[in-house]
T-cell receptor, first 112, second 114 residues
Framework: QKEVEQDPGPLSVPEGAIVSLNCTYSNSAFQYFMWYRQYSRKGPELLMYTYSSGNKEDGRFTAQVDKSSKYISLFIRDSQPSDSATYLCAIPPPGNNRKLIWGLGTSLAVNP | DAGVIQSPRHEVTEMGQEVTLRCKPISGHDYLFWYRQTMMRGLELLIYFNNNVPIDDSGMPEDRFSAKMPNASFSTLKIQPSEPRDSAVYFC????????????FGPGTRLTVT
């Protein structure tokens, strides 16, 4: 079992839809959870992060962690064509290093 | 700051040739990461440096791959000899120990080996 699993999609939704992107992880010691967004032919950029459990909201984006289920989610409200990108979850493993364990990424297309 | 700079942006080469990818991290960052991205395998960490010293090269696929960081503002990833299966997008990223875990990525080098 991979440490972080993410359905690669692709996911196609109409403009204005609510989008749910998800990752599962296997190590209960993980504490810090990140979402990166990658536009076509660009490098990934950090979108949001959460620490431990609960929700974090930033505009139309909400990151949610369910540690009991080892499940993290990114919700996008009122999705826009400009949200079309690949979304990757990333988790730093415990320990004093700066590595990240990456999901495969989910490709999202928001259609006008 | 200009962000992480990578060159070249595109590289097309023939099998067996040597390829050198270059990276300039963000000034002041003390971690540098080299990644490879493909559709099938996603983003794979090849090697990372801390203060110019290689810390973990367990992701380097084989001896054909080597990476150096001679100073805080420059790193290279070399493939010799190159093979068609090395075709991928190679990213360099940097981060600061003073910050959180955020890594800042360059625009990538798209490598095609024919």
């Amino acid at each position: 079992q991979k440490e972080v699993e993410q359905d690669p999609g692709p996911l196609s939704v109409p403009e204005g839809a609510i989008v749910s992107l998800n990752c599962t992880y296997s190590n209960s010691a993980f504490q810090y959870f990140m979402w990166y967004r990658q536009y076509s032919r660009k490098g990934p950029e950090l979108l949001m992060y959460t620490y431990s459990s609960g929700n974090k909201e930033d505009g139309r984006f909400t990151a949610q962690v369910d540690k009991s289920s080892k499940y993290i989610s990114l919700f996008i409200r009122d999705s826009q064509p400009s949200d079309s990108a690949t979304y990757l979850c990333a988790i730093p493993p415990p320990g004093n290093n700066r590595k990240l364990i990456w999901g495969l990424g989910t490709s999202l297309a928001v259609n006008p | 700051d200009a962000g992480v700079i990578q060159s070249p942006r595109h590289e097309v080469t023939e099998m067996g040739q040597e390829v050198t990818l270059r990276c300039k991290p963000i000034s002041g960052h003390d971690y540098l990461f080299w990644y490879r991205q493909t559709m099938m395998r996603g983003l794979e960490l090849l090697i990372y440096f801390n203060n110019n010293v290689p810390i973990d090269d367990s992701g380097m696929p084989e001896d054909r791959f080597s990476a150096k960081m001679p100073n805080a503002s420059f790193s290279t990833l070399k493939i010799q000899p190159s093979e068609p299966r090395d075709s991928a997008v190679y990213f360099c990223a940097s981060s600061s120990f003073l910050g959180d875990y955020e890594q800042y990525f360059g625009p990538g080098t798209r490598l095609t080996v024919t």
